[in-house]
């Protein structure tokens, strides 16, 4: 393996197991020390990979918005198996889903010299959209419904968000049941919403 292929294999790894302890100990738990522990390698050499904790949070929303990209691109099924998969995957886990949500707005909102950073995952989220816009508007046609691309699409990011946070919420955990028959009642919605739609007209 020469030295570019091994830097991948170990820049792949530190995010494996940087993700892994960020959602097992939270943004507040999750050290460089600890993180430089677990993989056996000086703490110099995880700055090879990035300059900052913040930077290495942002590079692994990235690397997860990359994943949903693929997922749109790869998946050659139809609508309605897509949007499964995209729902699963983020209400198999939850914690990921709200917690990267919860680190992308606070660097957003201040954290500095992360501009490029932004611009690459602005870039492939708007990748992602344009693929699934069109996608959505072919099902919608096919399925002759009237409700709008963009209603629906912000209907199931709603749905998927709201679903991810109930469980990932101890509260409301006590009031779910079953979490598999929870997801399964939230995908079932989110399929059945474009033949429900009726136009609502405000006068």
Do not use: C
Request: no cysteine; glycine share 6%.
């Amino acid at each position: 393996m020469d030295r570019q292929a091994q830097f991948r294999a170990r820049e792949a790894l530190i995010f494996d197991v940087a993700e892994r302890l960020l959602l097992e100990s939270g943004e507040m738990g999750m050290t460089l020390d600890a993180l430089a522990l677990e993989l056996d390698l000086a703490k110099g050499t995880l700055y090879k990979h990035f300059q900052s904790k913040d930077e290495l949070y942002l590079l692994l929303i990235i690397r997860n918005e990359q994943a949903l990209l693929d997922m749109v691109r790869d998946n050659q099924g139809d609508f309605q198996a897509r949007l499964v998969f995209y729902m699963l995957h983020h209400l198999h886990h939850p914690e990921r889903t709200v917690l990267f949500h919860q680190i992308e707005e606070r660097l957003s909102a201040g954290a500095q010299g992360l501009g490029i950073l932004f611009n690459q995952l602005y870039r492939i989220r708007k990748q992602r959209l344009r693929l699934i816009i069109g996608i959505t508007d072919n099902y919608l046609k096919g399925i002759s419904s009237s409700m709008p691309v963009r209603d629906y699409l912000a209907a199931i990011w709603s749905m998927t968000q709201g679903a991810a946070s109930m469980l990932n919420s101890s509260f409301y955990q006590r009031y779910l049941g079953s979490r598999d028959t929870f997801r399964v009642a939230v995908i079932d919605q989110m399929l059945a919403m474009p033949q429900q739609f009726k136009q609502v007209k405000i006068s």
